[in-house]
């Protein structure tokens, strides 16, 4: 079965879209029908499927995010113990916790079935630069 | 591989249960053993699986979401910047985020092993009436 | 295809990792490439792939959740209607629907794709003793 690691650079907290990629990915192996796994190899990044056309909602979301758990500096999170690596670290594994690691989309006639304003998105939690590597997995 | 679309009407946000509709397809399958993969093609409902048994527990699950994420309208979500298809739309969104896009459900003697209480519901978190698809996967 | 079911005991709220069982049953089935679903047969505790490394983070975490979703006794949780299975049991179904009922990971060389510091967890959200079955099941 065909099996994929895809690098993606982030540059601070937000949505990040790597549709292309997974599309160019199914293309190349010809597959007709089967199931795209996606699995994301971290801890304070996450998988996220949401709506492609207003950039807004990307940016709304991330913004929930950030008031829902804000950095562990912030009075409302003086409870945070694991505070070594930076007021963003602990947030970043909360946020992950509550979104996606993998995603199964099925293929249809060498397709993604992604409905029409789907697009697929690592949501990153950290601040900092970083590389995240994304599994891509074809099976039937 | 088996897969097949399946086209539910909401009324409204909350719970829609759809195990009768994948149990009866992985039946007609004939399938044995496999994984059902269940995506759903939109960004403002998502997938849940939930306690099948006492209704107020989805009464109870729609509350907690809406509290969490009330409309935009509301005075607490005054930073919401997409707000132009209607009060609900960008915090059906985030509770899509906050929830599932996929679910994969191994097969085991042809039928679903989902544990005794659990049940397979669409979670619409619109006000209007939708039409939904929701792609069901049969797997090795 | 290889499938089981493991059986963990849990004695209150918070994580039990079980990666070493799931790379053991990859491990015996010989399988070289492939994809791993887990799948937890219950609606009161959930899965979660965290940091394996400082222990604060599983704390902060089961904190983090307690924080949001508080026991029905709590007065801001005075609007749940399903408390008859004890204080602790809507905010489980919730924290459940926060987090992943199924997750899937790629298999690369007869190993689990996990990432260097992801451990394969058990969330549970009840505090009384409970003995949770996880379906293990490996496809192509």
Redesign the interface.
Known sequence: ?P?TIISLSTRGAGLYEFTHEAEAFVHKSGLE???L?V?V???SCSL????NA?P??R???D??FK???PPSTDPSMR????T?EGPDD?PA??K???????????L?GGRL???T??GLYLFEHRDRQHRR?I?L?L??
Not at 79 to 82: L, R, S, V
């Open positions: 079965m099996q029908e089967g199931l796994t699995f190899r971290h801890t996220l499927i949401q709506e207003d807004d909602v940016r709304d979301l913004q929930f008031r829902l758990v409870w945070i113990i694991h070594a602990m594994h909360i992950a916790a509550l979104t996606q690691v993998s995603i199964g989309i099925p249809s079935m992604l409905g304003w789907q590597e599994v997995h099976g039937r």
